[in-house]
């Protein structure tokens, strides 16, 4: 291209911040020794608009005539990942799967391939490992499609001439870290690179009409690696996450242009791979102690669903000069200030007290409606009242001790009965108009103040 030229930058590992000088700290985020240069070939805006000007998409178009009904969507096989990504994958979509090494992401792109593959032709692309690697992995999960063909290639302009020249109905991409644009001089994994081979991916995947799932690595503050830009261009950005010593995975939607982003999927890793819960509560509620202080479960919405979850604290004294707090799936912050209305508006002291909470399960909970299990498990452990094991709480702590009314209070106590709960503590304004179904034994316990909450345990 006579317009073009070579341009050196600095790019930001982290956020993907460009600048023509070097510093050390990123004036974008802040982080120390992430801008690393990468030369960029520069072309005259002009010449790409001339191209642009031609193609139909360029055209206005009423959003009335706009048609949707060709809007077609695949099922992968699992309930709880369609339910994530809207009900399918969506036809010419792009999809970023992030998560910890070793998560299972590379396991669950072979099993949709299994069930896809019955109807659909599928191009797996690894750059990670070898077709015999694949290939072992595929005899273990039981996946032996005929449809299902694998490739190990990195270079991302013969990947879109495949994808071009196979016409198949689903591409697989494992992992967009290993990808890389020849013509572009930094190495694979670097910000540019993602980008690009992203950018390159996208359009191929738009105008064939062939939706593409990637695999991308998650760094170690769990984004996923390299720039946030990734995320902006895709039109779907899945987390898998969970606790590698334990079985269960959850699958969660941080954006989708195709659906809500609240739905979670729980999955259990097993030996033959990875298999859906459908009844998750009743799964993290398995185990659970009976008969003892500083426990209390709460229910939080994810999504549409009601979920139950475990929440223990414990309370002890204090080895130390100052105490510690620690929290495992609920806002450090939260819990804190959850520790300070306990103590001024219930007189109960914590200060020269190590207080601890533990979601259990992995889960993490981030709805103020979970406020009020956290503050009956502390109180549980400090004066060692056990929360009978029949009782749900949920309800939104104020900072004067109020409880606040949470929405679906109705879903919320219907989960609890459907689990063989007797009993609720919930919000006192969430009672009016409450109504649950007629088969359904539940005690409705409204509660006006975290004070009248304790009492309602009876302790
Ligand atoms: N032979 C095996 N038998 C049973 N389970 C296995 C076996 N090999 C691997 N696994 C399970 O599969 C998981 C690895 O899954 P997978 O390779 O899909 O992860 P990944 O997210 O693709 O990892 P990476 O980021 O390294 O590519 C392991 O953590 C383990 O739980
Ligand atoms: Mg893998
Ligand atoms: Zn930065």
């Given at each position: 291209?006579?317009?073009?030229?070579?341009?050196?930058?600095?790019?930001?590992?982290?956020?993907?911040?460009?600048?023509?000088?070097?510093?050390?700290?990123?004036?974008?985020?802040?982080?120390?020794?992430?801008?690393?240069?990468?030369?960029?070939?520069?072309?005259?805006?002009?010449?790409?608009?001339?191209?642009?000007?031609?193609?139909?998409?360029?055209?206005?178009?009423?959003?009335?005539?706009?048609?949707?009904?060709?809007?077609?969507?695949?099922?992968?096989?699992?309930?709880?990942?369609?339910?994530?990504?809207?009900?399918?994958?969506?036809?010419?979509?792009?999809?970023?799967?992030?998560?910890?090494?070793g998560i299972g992401k590379s396991t669950i792109l072979l099993q949709i391939c299994q069930h896809l593959g019955k109807l659909l032709?599928?191009?797996?692309?690894?750059?990670?490992?070898?077709?015999?690697?694949?290939?072992?992995?595929?005899?273990?999960?039981?996946?032996?499609?005929?449809?299902?063909?694998?490739?190990?290639?990195?270079?991302?302009?013969?990947?879109?001439?495949?994808?071009?020249?196979?016409?198949?109905?689903?591409?697989?991409?494992?992992?967009?870290?290993?990808?890389?644009?020849?013509?572009?001089?930094?190495?694979?994994?670097?910000?540019?690179?993602?980008?690009?081979?992203?950018?390159?991916?996208?359009?191929?995947?738009?105008?064939?009409?062939?939706?593409?799932?990637?695999?991308?690595?998650?760094?170690?503050?769990?984004?996923?690696?390299?720039?946030?830009?990734?995320?902006?261009?895709?039109?779907?950005?899945?987390?898998?996450?969970?606790?590698?010593?334990?079985?269960?995975?959850?699958?969660?939607?941080?954006?989708?242009?195709?659906?809500?982003?609240?739905?979670?999927?729980?999955?259990?890793?097993?030996?033959?791979?990875?298999?859906?819960?459908?009844?998750?509560?009743?799964?993290?509620?398995?185990?659970?102690?009976?008969?003892?202080?500083?426990?209390?479960?709460?229910?939080?919405?994810?999504?549409?669903?009601?979920?139950?979850?475990?929440?223990?604290?414990?309370?002890?004294?204090?080895?130390?000069?100052?105490?510690?707090?620690?929290?495992?799936?609920?806002?450090?912050?939260?819990?804190?200030?959850?520790?300070?209305?306990?103590?001024?508006?219930?007189?109960?002291?914590?200060?020269?007290?190590?207080?601890?909470?533990?979601?259990?399960?992995?889960?993490?909970?981030?709805?103020?409606?979970?406020?009020?299990?956290?503050?009956?498990?502390?109180?549980?452990?400090?004066?060692?009242?056990?929360?009978?094991?029949?009782?749900?709480?949920?309800?939104?702590?104020?900072?004067?001790?109020?409880?606040?009314?949470?929405?679906?209070?109705?879903?919320?106590?219907?989960?609890?009965?459907?689990?063989?709960?007797?009993?609720?503590?919930?919000?006192?304004?969430?009672?009016?108009?409450?109504?649950?179904?007629?088969?359904?034994?539940?005690?409705?316990?409204?509660?006006?103040?975290?004070?009248?909450?304790?009492?309602?345990?009876?302790?």
């Open positions: 291209m006579a317009n073009a030229k070579i341009k050196s930058l600095y790019v930001c590992s982290e956020c993907g911040y460009e600048t023509a000088k070097w510093y050390g700290k990123c004036p974008s985020c802040g982080e120390w020794n992430t801008l690393n240069e990468e030369l960029r070939e520069t072309t005259k805006v002009s010449s790409a608009l001339q191209q642009h000007r031609q193609k139909p998409s360029a055209i206005p178009l009423a959003i009335s005539e706009i048609s949707t009904e060709d809007e077609q969507r695949y099922y992968t096989g699992f309930r709880e990942l369609d339910r994530v990504l809207g009900g399918g994958i969506v036809k010419g979509s792009l999809v970023l799967l992030g998560g910890d090494p032709k599928i191009l797996y692309i690894s750059g990670e490992e070898s077709k015999r690697q694949i290939k072992l992995r595929a005899t273990r999960l039981g996946v032996d499609s005929s449809n299902i063909f694998v490739m190990t290639e990195t270079d991302i302009e013969v990947i879109a001439d495949r994808m071009q020249s196979e016409n198949p109905d689903l591409v697989m991409i494992d992992s967009i870290q290993t990808m890389n644009n020849h013509q572009l001089s930094s190495s694979p994994g670097s910000v540019t690179q993602v980008r690009e081979c992203t950018n390159i991916l996208m359009r191929t995947s738009k105008m064939l009409d062939i939706p593409c799932i990637v695999v991308g690595h998650v760094n170690k503050d769990g984004a996923i690696a390299g720039p946030k830009v990734l995320e902006h261009i895709v039109d779907a950005v899945l987390y898998f996450e969970g606790d590698k010593q334990m079985s269960y995975r959850i699958l969660r939607a941080v954006k989708n242009r195709y659906g809500s982003t609240n739905e979670i999927g729980v999955f259990r890793m097993c030996d033959n791979g990875l298999s859906e819960v459908e009844n998750p509560s009743l799964m993290l509620l398995s185990g659970r102690p009976k008969n003892v202080s500083g426990t209390c479960v709460a229910c939080t919405m994810e999504g549409s669903r009601p979920i139950l979850a475990e929440i223990q604290g414990l309370v002890t004294n204090s080895g130390y000069g100052n105490a510690r707090r620690m929290s495992t799936g609920f806002d450090y912050n939260r819990m804190s200030m959850l520790l300070a209305v306990l103590e001024k508006r219930c007189g109960y002291f914590f200060s020269s007290l190590d207080a601890y909470i533990n979601v259990i399960g992995g889960l993490r909970l981030d709805e103020p409606a979970t406020d009020l299990a956290v503050a009956l498990a502390l109180v549980s452990s400090l004066k060692d009242i056990v929360v009978s094991e029949d009782i749900i709480a949920f309800g939104e702590v104020g900072l004067t001790g109020e409880i606040r009314s949470v929405n679906h209070a109705a879903l919320r106590a219907t989960e609890a009965a459907r689990l063989g709960f007797r009993r609720c503590i919930l919000p006192y304004h969430n009672l009016k108009g409450l109504t649950l179904p007629p088969d359904c034994e539940l005690e409705l316990i409204g509660v006006r103040t975290i004070r009248d909450a304790v009492a309602a345990l009876g302790g």
